[in-house]
C-alpha cells in the first residue's frame, strides 16, 4: 500500500506560477510506477492534467499544455508538477496519483490505485 502526500499549493495571481510536490508517506514510488496529476473544482468531476510514464513520456490535458510541465524525480521518490501562467480557471484540489501496472490511457481517472488527499490550488485575478 503506498500513501501519497502533495503539498506546494497555495493562492497566487492569474499569471503566477506554483510547483507541486508528491512523495510517498508510507510505502514507496518504485521506478515503473505511472503517475499523474489530476485535479477536481467544485461542481466538476476529477479530471485528468498531466501524467508520467516509467520512460518519461508524459501526456497533458489540452487546457494545459504549454503551461504545465510534469516530473519525477526517481532518486527522490517524488513527482512534481510546474504549473505557469496560471489561470483562474486552474482554480481547483489537485491530486497526486500513481500506479504499479501500464496504462493505456494515462488521464483516466479509473486506471489509477494510488491517490494523495490533494492540495488545493487558487488563482485569484
Known amino acids: 500500500q503506498v500513501q501519497l502526500v502533495e503539498s506546494g499549493g497555495g493562492s497566487v495571481q492569474a499569471g503566477g506560477s506554483l510547483r507541486l510536490s508528491c512523495a510517498a508517506a508510507?510505502?514507496?514510488?518504485?521506478?515503473?510506477?505511472?503517475m499523474g496529476w489530476f485535479r477536481q473544482a467544485p461542481g466538476n468531476e476529477r479530471e485528468g492534467v498531466a501524467a508520467?510514464?516509467?520512460?518519461?513520456?508524459?501526456k497533458y490535458a489540452d487546457s494545459v499544455k504549454g503551461r504545465f510541465t510534469i516530473s519525477r524525480d526517481n532518486g527522490l521518490n517524488t513527482l512534481y508538477l510546474q504549473m505557469n501562467s496560471l489561470k483562474v480557471e486552474d482554480t481547483a484540489i489537485y491530486y497526486c496519483?500513481?500506479?504499479?501496472?501500464?496504462?493505456?490511457?494515462?488521464?483516466?481517472?479509473?486506471?489509477?490505485?494510488?491517490w494523495g488527499r490533494g492540495t488545493q490550488v487558487t488563482v485569484s485575478s
Open positions: 508520467i510514464a516509467p520512460d518519461g513520456s508524459t
Open positions: 508510507s510505502g514507496r514510488i518504485y521506478d515503473n510506477y505511472y
Open positions: 496519483t500513481a500506479n504499479p501496472t501500464h496504462i493505456l490511457f494515462p488521464l483516466y481517472r479509473r486506471a489509477y490505485t494510488y
